[in-house]
């Protein structure tokens, strides 16, 4: 048999996870306060535990995993590498094409990776209870999972029109046992007021977020989970490259280039940090290695985006953070990839791209899903809308592979399953899925709203 | 760390199925046409290709898995096991629970194990194309996966409420590029006749099944598909028993008790027919082995059918089979464990019983719901309502063994994810699902209606 899979044991699951913040040339700007002021770890400290902020302002490069936070990836973790095979004959491509299929989770994504040391940080921590919000629900099952694993309770805000609209997350995280509720509640000011303001209110991404945030700081028992954007999260996410690595170990092979979807940046910050540490540490296998974060052109942060101070929500309640941005209250279209549907992007991503370590590529949506239906075809997985983005990136590649004549090796994250997102695939299939123009004057406008610096 | 899941090697994926017939001491009842004899290879060649035709008559105990199958089985088997650990200690129980889980695959449940090699054989044989039946669609998916993994075409007549109710699979089996059609269509006799009865039938799986049989019958390059009861369908599924037992060697152990979710009965026959051949051959580890088959108290063909020949199907188009049955158009209620909604069982599964080398227990909806969440909330994964039966009777055994200080080793199938089922977990938390009476009356009535025979 032409081998597939390449698994590794389960003593293979990483022991420390691989902070890219060691490895910079530049110490990344610090998040500001009102003030103007950096952040101080105490201001910090009203909505994250104590390990999980030293971990978030932590230079140090190795991180150790706990021992329970392994246990629990261990049902699901080190992930399958799969070589897709069918796909490059598809293709008829000379590439070879891998993929790290993180939709073997229970929540069926990559954001266990980083729901579960969050739980168990705040278990540990003494938290009594975790907040968070959330869109479609993505993130918001696996905090209800991982809170869950750690018996501790979870609230999640999430916005209105998803809570309506898309049930089935929503009930998964009450199978977990969470609490959900539908943002705007009146149970914060935030909420109350935007219920004053429009009793209808659909609620909003930011909106949900300042209530998750308010709960938290408002009851020092309560903490605050964020599954994206900031340096912990993408910290953690790291154990899918670092597997990786130990699976091209093993076929001899070392990538060319590397593809991740990015909306907040933590899914590709953790398949491309461990391979990008080797090409900063000067390993000639990764001399010319690409890391490529691929975006919707609907949403296009880091291809269209400032990079500048702005802030992490839409509302102006976070720090200000300096990251590749759209300006905080810039609305993307509708696109059903509602995980890269974000103003700005992963400080640290945003560094390592503005430093040109990686680069960025955005894609239309109606390219993504087509991209999507074909691997399932050759593949057999239905992928996430997320993930079609670098299923997109790397066929394109592929392809040129074919046009150059060059076996170059490809790997791309295939951050989860769609099976919650096959009325998306329907829209597609019956020819009902648009592509939206380049929202360039929107974009222009929500930059001139920036917050003011220094 | 506590070693939770058991993973095996690619290499490890069985070379051969097992056959129970070759160890069952009286040689299994022949089917019988219309004319009260056993049905002729050369009739059920209008449906079926020669090789599955070979293998569903078969009594050699091992058949080889062509390499071509393993090949695609290798993109997520050797499925893995997992010891409920956390489950154990919710419990306070000193039993060992084993779980192998079936999720995995790309389509999230153990149907393709089944669906791959008929695509296979169908593909070697010369056929054009597919056809098949499906309810809510987790057999219609896994058949359209894997035509489309052989590059053969698929058409799966589903029931029109299914289709309108429940469009989720049916967008993944398009996707998958399989024609997908609302039954009772236009395109067959017994179509037609449905529709001039009633022109807004809502469609049974019995029809469904007249129409992709009518369609098979009619077309010498057609073949027809089933997703259980048949013999060589449970011979598929048996690497699933054949890889748990690889699995329970690697540590030293060896189940007391096995429990599977029973419907059609392939997929308890593919995890305990493996253990049952230790058993038949006088294995000392096997001899106290306990294999149960576990089914809806609303449909509880095995614990209140008769053994008896029945019909296939509702309309009576099929050959009679010896089995358990409830009678052919016994009309189970709308659980939501659709896969569980079977009149009859697998014929092998019923001799078995029969000759009480197995046992069968009914378990009432609302209970395998609590044991759902019950499992999702300790193991994270969340469970096919089907798979929920299975965990009622582990964890009830799992209780048992509590009260009298016994540390058994059980194990279940848990044969797939509840993705697509998140509605019906919604109506448990809410409080809206409901227990059915034992429908003792229309049991008993439909069991005067079986075919006479001899």
């Known amino acids: 048999m032409t081998p597939l899979r390449i698994d590794l044991a389960p003593n293979d699951i990483p ?19 009102p003030d103007g002021k950096p952040v101080t770890p105490e201001a910090m400290g009203a909505i994250f535990p104590g390990p999980i902020l030293e971990q978030e302002m932590s230079a140090q ?150 209530e998750a945030v308010e ?25 899918i490259g670092l597997e990786a690595k130990k699976q091209f ?6 990538p060319d280039v590397i593809f991740g979807p990015c909306g907040g940046g933590s899914s590709f910050a ?52 300096k990251m590749y941005t759209l300006g905080h209250d810039f609305m993307p279209p509708g696109i059903h990839a509602g995980g890269l549907r974000y103003h700005g992007d992963s400080p640290l991503v945003s560094q390592l791209l503005h430093e040109r370590l990686i680069e960025a590529l955005a894609v239309p949506q109606v390219a993504t899903f087509s991209a999507g239906v074909a691997f399932a075809r050759a593949e057999g997985i239905i992928p996430a809308p997320e993930s079609c983005h670098a299923i997109r990136a790397a066929i394109d590649e592929a392809l040129r592979c074919k046009e150059r004549g060059e076996p170059r090796t490809l790997l791309f994250n295939l951050t989860g399953h769609g099976h919650f997102d096959m009325a998306s695939y329907d829209k597609y299939l019956s020819g009902q899925l648009e592509d939206y123009a380049y929202p360039v004057e929107a974009i222009r406008q929500s930059l001139t709203r920036l917050p003011k610096v220094g």
């Open 15 to 33: 022991t420390h996870w691989y902070n890219v913040v060691a490895d910079l040339a530049n110490a990344p700007a610090p998040p500001l306060g």
């Open 61 to 210: 490069r190795w991180i150790a995993i706990p021992d329970e936070v392994r246990q629990i990836y261990a049902q699901w973790r080190p992930s399958p590498l799969i070589r897709a095979l069918r796909l490059e004959q598809a293709l008829g491509t000379p590439a070879k094409l891998f993929y790290k299929y993180e939709g073997v989770s229970p929540a069926g994504s990559h954001k266990p990776n980083s729901a579960v040391p969050q739980a168990y940080y705040n278990k540990v921590a003494g938290t009594q209870r975790l907040t968070t919000e959330t869109g479609a629900g993505q993130w918001g099952s696996s905090i209800a999972y991982a809170g869950q694993m750690f018996g501790l309770p979870v609230r999640v805000y999430m916005v209105k029109v998803s809570y309506q609209q898309k049930p089935f997350r929503r009930s998964m995280m009450q199978t977990w046992g969470a609490e959900v509720f539908a943002s705007p509640t009146d149970r914060t000011q935030a909420g109350r007021n935007a219920l004053a303001a429009d009793p209808d209110s659909p609620g909003s991404l930011g909106l949900a977020i300042s």
């Open 215 to 239: 709960e938290a700081a408002a009851d020092p028992a309560v903490c605050y989970t964020l599954g994206s954007v900031l340096n912990h999260v993408a910290l953690h996410q790291t154990v």
């Open 249 to 254: 170990d093993k076929l001899g092979l070392y």
């Open 270 to 321: 953790g398949i491309a940090f461990p391979f990008l540490a080797d090409k900063m540490a000067g390993d000639k296998r990764a001399q010319h290695l690409r890391c490529v974060a691929v975006e919707p052109t609907s949403c296009p942060t880091l291809t269209q985006g400032a990079y500048a101070y702005d802030y992490g929500d839409a509302s102006g309640y976070t720090p200000i953070m």
